[in-house]
């Protein structure tokens, strides 16, 4: 059973540009949640999807934005691409509505801006 | 609203000693899910343990225990006989899974070296 799966594990981009990262879920899990993650810093929440909608947000620009596909597999894009956006983008599934059962991260993909 | 403090940036451990990693929380909902995750270098957030609000008894996981302090609002891991391989960052986490507000929430994490 394959678990959180993302892609690419690395990237650079030039100002101003662009990204998209791309996460599967663990097989079973339905929500999915994007975290950002800056050098010796604790990961910070981006968004959720649920049920293809983003179901609720962190505190981040328009600039990020998200997709969810049938299959529960997700997009995060980035916009408009800032020195200050180079960091660990981190992927974790979960089952909706429950708390005892932990979020499965994937490796995550290092995005540096340059 | 919901917070998470570890309040040590780094600790240095003797291999085979044990280590408790402190963690204290903030939330006024009744119904919680705490949880430990190890950073190693290569980035991947890998789940250690986790306790629900309303365990009666403290999570255990091999070598991994949590001290569930719930008057406290504290979660400490303890990590008994360390190996080299334990030196990594270490992140207290709490998801409170309200409506439609679910969520991990992390702390700043702690950088554990073990020493040979």
């Known amino acids: 059973d394959a678990g959180v799966t993302q892609s690419p594990t690395h990237l650079i981009k030039t100002r101003g540009q662009q990204v998209t990262l791309r996460c599967s879920p663990k097989?079973?899990?339905?929500?999915v949640s994007w975290y950002q993650q800056a050098l010796g810093q604790g990961p910070q929440f981006i968004f959720q999807y649920y049920e293809e909608e983003e179901r609720q947000r962190g505190n981040f620009p328009d600039r990020f934005s998200g997709h969810q596909f049938p299959n529960y597999s997700s997009e995060l894009n980035v916009n408009a691409l800032l020195l200050g956006d180079s960091a660990l983008y981190l992927c974790a599934s979960s089952s909706a509505g429950t708390a005892n059962t932990e979020a499965f991260f994937g490796q995550g993909t290092r995005l540096t801006v340059v | 609203a919901q917070k998470i403090t570890q309040t040590q940036p780094g600790m240095f451990v003797q291999e085979k000693e044990a280590v408790t990693l402190d963690c204290t929380y903030d939330?006024?909902?009744?119904?919680?899910?705490l949880f430990w995750y190890k950073q190693p270098s290569s980035g991947e957030m890998i789940f250690l343990i986790y306790q629900g609000s309303y365990d009666q008894q403290n999570a255990t996981e091999g070598r991994y225990s949590l001290n569930f302090q719930k008057a406290r609002k504290s979660a400490n891991l303890v990590i008994s006989a360390s190996q080299l391989g334990d030196s990594a960052m270490y992140f207290c986490?709490?998801?409170?899974?309200?409506?439609?507000?679910?969520?991990?929430?992390f702390g700043k994490g702690t950088r554990l070296h073990i020493l040979p």
């Open positions: 986490a709490m998801r409170v899974p309200m409506n439609r507000d679910d969520k991990i929430i």
């Open positions: 939330t006024s909902d009744p119904s919680y899910g």
């Open positions: 097989s079973g899990h339905d929500t």
